[in-house]
């Protein structure tokens, strides 16, 4: 794929920046320059660009902003001790883009067109991904969107892919501290044949709300159930579960309705190779009020890109309460262990990591 590449000529100063990586937070400052490649039926994925970051110039009618024709990724850019920049498994956030693409009726894009495009963009701003210390990271958002001016009900017939780039401090200000969870009664994120498993916007949108009740009942984030029965445990709305049983057994609802997360495919990797025996299935909601109460469940943990793994403390509903898991000692091992990967302080044993600098 060509790439023309417009420099910047309002890069933002070396001080500013030293400023801004020294306390980056999360998705409020974004890189020099944006990479664009647009679609059309007769010319394919054409048109690609690294320019000066800025705002689009949309139609009114531009079909996103009307029907949510959209989709995204999330990544991250490591810096090494030696200076060097890397992407983790960037080929499966290409592949997940290329299934969410097809629930959304977009045009595919090649998963080597995706990696180029992602490492062209970290070339350009390399300067933007901070030092290793204190887990900061540069956060990617590759995006795809219906950038048609139309308002008739079909796929758009011209597609704007874009990547953006934020400098990510740690998730965690002033240590890892368990989540508390919020159990949705009302709300839930995905049906059979709906979008669940896509990554797309629409997903977050429906899921807001319940997350304001969520912060409204003192709770940092918010359970999703089944659509069909509201029995099974789906995923957190942005991260998915793990449950640690007290022989060892992990066990993670399985994938359908749910979002394959890339940190959740690794970790089943990553516990498998630390021992333990990973069972993807249907997991219901006693299983949980039970196993914490009876001690049967000893840990639980979230996972996904931006807070790599994260341990889940107490679960509240309307009318109820079950208290955080004795332990998060498997937790922590398991994000050790993904974060050393990640920063090339251990061995690259699964070949997860991809060198863009
Ligand atoms: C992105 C996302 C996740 C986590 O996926 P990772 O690839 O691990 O970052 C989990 N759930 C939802 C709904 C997501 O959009």
Redesign the pocket.
Known sequence: MEISTTPSSAAVSDERLAEILASPGFGLHFTDHMLTVEWTPDAGWHAGRIEPYGPLTLDPATAVLHYAQEIFE?MKAYRHADGSIWSFRPEENAARMVRSSRRLALPELDVADYIQAVDALVTADQRWVPDPAGEKSLYLRPFMFASEAFLGVRPAQHVTFMVIASPAGAYFKGGIKPVTLWLTEGYTRAGRGGMGAA?TGG?YASSLVAQQQASAQGCDQVVFLDAQEGRYVE?L????LYFVHDDGTIVTPETGTI?E????SSIIELAGKLGHQVEERRFSIDEWRDGVRSGRIVEIFA???AAVVTPVGALKWDGGEVPAPASTDLTMRVRQALVDIQYGRAEDTFGWMHRIV
């Open positions: 999330g990554k997903n995923e709305g942005g991260m998915n979002l997360g890339i940190t959740r996972c996904g890109t």
